[in-house]
């Protein structure tokens, strides 16, 4: 699997968790509506790299997803752009 985020999704994501230092970002499988596969959705929070099976870094941001959220993708990759009619990060699995 790989994780790629455009450079416009990484600054909607700078912007929101406004850091003052270095900051990793894991995006986590989660019930919910909308997402890859029925009654599942992605979530994000801050946390740290145990065993993370994509990494993306950009610029002081690090974007991962840990293994045990390995199954959400069904060996695809997860593409992260911004919705620009939104304004806000949309996930694609490709």
């Known amino acids: 699997m790989k994780l790629r ?14 850091p003052s230092s ?12 909308g997402g890859h596969i029925p009654g599942f959705s992605l979530a994000i ?3 740290t790299p145990e065993n993370p099976i994509a990494t993306a870094e950009k610029g002081d941001m690090l974007f991962f997803v840990e293994e045990s959220d390995a199954w959400y993708f069904e060996e695809k990759d997860l593409h992260i752009k911004l919705d620009e009619n939104l304004q806000e990060p949309t996930f694609l699995y490709e």
Request: cysteine-free; charged content about 30%.
């Open 5 to 18: 985020i455009d450079e416009a999704a990484t600054t909607w994501y700078k912007d929101t968790f406004e």
């Open 22 to 33: 270095p900051i990793a970002l894991r995006f986590y499988v989660r019930y919910g509506f």
């Open 45 to 47: 929070k801050m946390a």
